[in-house]
């Protein structure tokens, strides 16, 4: 799905399309930054747009002191023609505070066969005097990510001049696109502070809109002129970071504008963009001879309707090489059936539009699901297009399917049983949903429009992490260690990726980080690796090490901490000691984990004293530890649960508490005493 507002959702460090993005952008934009012909003088000149030079002289108001840069104006204006067509003009002007703010010294502008660019101006006042201007001519323009095989979409990125702490930046640019749904979206937050933030719209005459807000209270425009209005917000906080938060577009504030003639059809519902959707890949689905005879090879050997799709999910997860090819429309539309067949590769859509192809020749139905890969950036009272990055499949399951290992299983009013499943994504599989897209929203395109619809949040018992220990405990303190950890579900999906991204060599260096955390100066010795491969088993993962001084002389006694690896608290909150926090808690996904170790005793001591047994609950958040001694061996176990994705924000200060309490518990220690010779 293409990113009509790249240079935006680069800089807040979130992905515009599943994972990969993130990685696959930075490098691109690191490399165009650091052109050395961006050093190049540029030449003083004498003047400033009057918006420039107004916005400079913003007076500031206070600000922490780690704030690395404000935006004194940020200015949109939007002008829609009588034939669609909307152009719109971005300014933003920022006084720099301290190095770091010299990372907002660039704008990227993206564009495409859609989207043309027109006027893109910077300039740079330095604080001694003079001005620096850079234009489209100075701008590098590239592709979008080296993941597409071949695409319009394109962005020009321009450095500007003197950057620098207690200067003054700006730049604007004008975008004319024609949108398929008459629809524009003003972010209103940053991540750092915004002095004066205004969104101007002009239409048609005879034209109507619609405003809905998401994470600020709406406020009324005042009007220029005829069909002419604007918004204005003063002195607006910055969207700082904090420990387990939602994703930036979950929190950040937004107005939509949905606009139409008067008298029109407003496509501004959740219902409207399905039914926009639902035209657009009308044709997409016609299977061809070739296809059909693929899902007869397939499927030959099926006993049942299950089996059936099975074979079919396997192939277009498996066999269809993702490559993004996005041309125009191509962005929201995918390409027909028969094409992805025949080149075996493809998109999200793509994927999705094969396998729907391919279940419908089968004879089973399905349905676009079109989705944000950051949990709560689709909102049910924000409908809007311009948000989706990922399309996903909700299979319609037919009644003769009774199976029991199917967990992204949801009931629909009319449409039953609907198994959501993403062809994309390699490492889960069918009945299984990414952690990512658990208990967002998704948009169910039918015929008859679409429909926002909460998806399933898989059990914590599906989200599954065990880590059996067997160590052994030296006279002299070392540590000697036997492990296996089964995983299923995200830690499995977690820990599968990491490993299969290193080469056979550095896998081992996946566990010697992870040992490092724990154990000082470990030396991992032997690791073995199941089912790596294998993304519809568990991963089982087995070592040994080795630590010295792990345990801790006091005179005749051996402090020995028994958790020995692994660490379940968060550092969350502390690092706002001083602020109060604005956003609620975010966890990644539900699950369950258990850590079993066995400690023996070295020879000449006996166990003096264990730490108490433990049990802590805060909302979704469970956690009990216990140890019990028998001979010279000592058992320890412990089991840290989370049952929902979300903790309610009146529950902060007790999640804040039961974390110190974890933390505390991980560092308590048995007590050894040498016995006398």
């Not at 609950?617 to 649960?641: C, D, F, H, M, W």
Request: glycine letters at 8%.
């Amino acid at each position: 799905m293409k990113i009509k507002r790249f240079c935006r959702v680069f800089r807040r460090r979130k992905p515009g399309r599943p994972a990969r993005i993130r990685t696959l952008l930075r490098p691109a934009l690191l490399i165009i930054l650091a052109a050395p012909w961006w050093a190049c003088p540029v030449g003083l000149l004498a003047s400033l747009p009057d918006w420039l030079r107004d916005a400079a002289h913003t007076p500031l108001g206070k600000y922490p002191e780690d704030t690395n840069a404000v935006i004194l104006l940020d200015e949109q204006v939007t002008t829609v023609m009588d034939n669609g067509e909307f152009r719109t003009l971005y300014r933003r002007a920022y006084k720099i505070l301290r190095p770091a703010g010299r990372e907002h010294g660039k704008v990227v502008a993206y564009l495409d066969s859609e989207t043309s660019l027109n006027r893109l101006r910077a300039w740079g006042i330095p604080a001694s005097g003079g001005v620096y201007e850079v234009g489209e001519k100075e701008a590098l323009e590239t592709g979008l990510f080296p993941e597409a095989l071949y695409g319009d979409a394109r962005f020009k990125a321009l450095m500007i001049p003197a950057a620098d702490p207690g200067n003054i930046i700006g730049y604007e640019y004008e975008q004319r696109r024609r949108p398929s749904i008459l629809q524009a979206t003003w972010w209103i937050q940053e991540d750092v502070p915004i002095a004066k933030a205004r969104f101007q719209l002009q239409l048609p005459a005879d034209w109507e809109y619609e405003t809905f807000w998401r994470n600020q209270p709406g406020v009324n425009p005042c009007q220029l002129g005829q069909n002419q209005w604007q918004w204005e917000l003063n002195d607006v906080h910055a969207v700082e970071p904090e420990t387990l938060m939602p994703a930036f577009r979950a929190v950040a504030g937004r107005m939509g504008v949905t606009c139409y003639p008067r008298g029109g059809k407003n496509q501004g519902s959740w219902q409207g963009i399905g039914l926009w959707y639902a035209q657009l890949v009308a044709d997409r689905r016609q299977p061809d001879a070739a296809i059909r005879q693929k899902v007869q090879e397939l499927t030959s050997t099926a006993t049942g309707t299950m089996e059936k799709i099975r074979a079919l999910a396997g192939f277009v997860q498996k066999e269809i090489r993702y490559v993004a090819i996005e041309i125009g429309i191509g962005g929201f539309q995918p390409h027909p059936a028969t094409k992805i067949f025949a080149e075996h590769y493809g998109d999200c859509k793509d994927k999705v539009t094969l396998l729907s192809t391919m279940l419908q020749v089968a004879g089973v139905k399905s349905y676009y699901v079109l989705v944000d890969t950051d949990r709560g950036v689709l909102a049910p009272d924000f409908p809007t297009a311009q948000t989706f990055n990922h399309v996903i499949l909700a299979i319609q399951l037919p009644p003769d399917v009774h199976e029991m290992s199917l967990w992204s299983l949801q009931s629909h009013a009319q449409l039953g049983q609907l198994l959501f499943f993403d062809p994309t994504d390699v490492l889960v599989p069918l009945g299984w949903l990414p952690a990512s897209l658990q208990a967002g929203y998704g948009l169910v395109v039918s015929d008859q429009g679409g429909e926002l619809v909460k998806l399933p949040l898989l059990s914590p018992a599906l989200n599954r992490l065990l880590r059996s220990a067997k160590v052994v405990l030296g006279p002299d303190g070392k540590l000697y260690g036997n492990v296996e950890e089964i995983r299923w579900g995200a830690p499995a999906d977690d820990l599968r990726a990491q490993l299969l991204r290193a080469n056979e060599a550095d896998r081992r260096k996946v566990l010697e980080t992870f040992l490092g955390q724990f154990l000082t100066a470990s030396t991992l010795q032997e690791l073995e690796v199941q089912n790596l491969e294998k993304a519809g088993q568990s991963l089982v993962v087995s070592y040994t090490f080795t630590a010295p001084s792990y345990a801790k002389q006091a005179g005749d006694l051996l402090l020995v901490r028994l958790c020995v690896l692994g660490h379940k608290s968060e550092e969350i909150l502390e690092e706002r000691e001083k602020k109060e926090r604005r956003y609620p808690v975010e966890f990644s996904y539900a699950t369950t984990q258990t850590d079993e170790v066995e400690i023996t005793l070295p020879q000449g001591y006996k166990l003096d004293e264990l730490p108490p047994a433990l049990e802590l609950k805060t909302g979704p958040v469970n956690y009990t530890s216990k140890a019990e001694a028998a001979g010279n061996v000592i058992r320890y176990k412990r089991l840290y649960q989370i049952g929902e994705v979300a903790l309610s924000s009146d529950l902060l200060g007790e999640f804040k508490k039961l974390n110190r309490q974890i933390a505390t518990d991980e560092r308590s220690s048995a007590v050894l005493k040498r016995l006398s010779p």
